[in-house]
């Protein structure tokens, strides 16, 4: 894997997260309405606003990352441009299992990312994401970072981000 390629999967993340933003902002307008129909219920504008300003969260956030995606100016790009090697703390897989009935019904890989300034990134991948491939990138631009979930790593992240 190559920056243009890893520039590309985020990207495409960074898409899939306003997908989802959209989906759960469309939940929030019936909401809305029912409150329209019946002024009454104080829970209908509770839900809607929680679903709205989520919703909306979801949307603007991954947008504004896109245009810093495309510029270089996502901070985690900027640190592998300027070979900052020490910006990326700790870098895992975490595997999100779905079931349906107590049934598993698919599988969604992620890359999590925690970095020297505190705040943690996660990539969405999907199903068949490439996820020893943007940890193999991540780990060969940021070599002093710890990779893998286990108790060790956790409480040695945990160590550095705290005195960070």
Do not use: C, H
């Not at 991954?62 to 990326?88: E, H």
């Not at 999590?112 to 991948?125: A, D, F």
Request: no cysteine.
């Amino acid at each position: 894997m190559n920056y243009t390629e890893f520039k590309s999967i985020l990207s495409k993340s960074k898409r899939k997260m306003i997908v989802v933003g959209v989906f759960v902002t469309l939940v929030g307008i019936p909401f809305l309405l029912a409150n329209f129909l019946d002024q009454s219920k104080i829970v209908y504008w509770i839900f809607a606003a929680i679903f709205l300003a989520l919703g909306l969260f979801m949307i603007v956030k991954p947008m504004s990352d896109l245009g810093k995606i495309n510029s270089d100016q996502l901070p985690l790009l900027k640190a592998i441009k300027n070979q900052q090697r020490d910006y990326v703390i700790w870098v895992y897989q975490k595997v999100i299992t779905s079931e349906v009935d107590g049934i598993k019904a698919g599988k969604t890989n992620n890359v999590v990312i925690y970095t020297n300034s505190n705040k943690m990134e996660e990539i969405l991948l999907g199903k068949k994401g490439n996820v020893d491939g943007v940890i193999a990138y991540l780990s060969a631009e940021f070599p002093g970072a710890l990779v893998g979930y286990s108790t060790e790593t956790r409480e040695a992240a945990g160590k550095i981000l705290k005195k960070k």
